[in-house]
């Protein structure tokens, strides 16, 4: 007969979790889950603000392309034109959440995500999708909005001692039209 070390009328320990190990388990499980998801989300909003600023630049390069064009072409004249036509028809492929032109847009008509083109005011729109960290300027409003504009310079060739007041066509400029920020960490 083996004796046991142990003292009497105490009961061996099973292998496994207690209940108080299990919930210490869980509620670290539950915590960590939580930052996890925040910090997703968190870069889910970079993600959306990198991409919109890229559409941007990209839209920016295709406008200075069609300026240059102009200028080459001898056709500087045709410039102010540039400022009322939807300026994603200058992209060579388009924008896969770019819906389409609207005249007139109610808060919840466009997708979130997704770009159009304002005919009433002359604007490029994005709706922004994941707004957490995103404010504008106008009330109730989860958008960046865009407009095309020329950007003049003084005649800096003009003849010394002639007094000139003509501006002349220094560039193209896509602008946000209401200040905006979108306040990420």
Known sequence: MLLSSRPAGRRARTDGFTL???????????????????????????AERVAMEQTAGAVRSALTIQLAGLIVR??????????????????SEPQKNYIGEFFSVKPGDIPAGSW??????????????HDAHFTSSIKDEKAVRYK??????????????????????????LKAVYPYTWNLE
């Open 74 to 91: 001898g056709k500087l004249e045709d410039a102010p034109r540039l400022e009322s036509i939807n300026p994603m028809n200058f992209l």
């Open 148 to 173: 095309v504009s020329l950007v003049y310079n003084d005649n800096l060739f003009a003849p010394a001692g002639t007094a000139v007041s003509r501006k002349e066509i220094g560039g193209v400029a």
């Open 20 to 46: 108080f190990e299990l919930i210490v388990v869980i509620v670290l499980v539950a915590i960590l889950s939580g930052m996890l998801l925040r910090r997703f989300t968190n870069y889910q909003e970079m």
């Open 116 to 129: 159009y083109y304002d005919l009433k005011n002359r604007q490029l729109v994005y709706a922004v999708q």
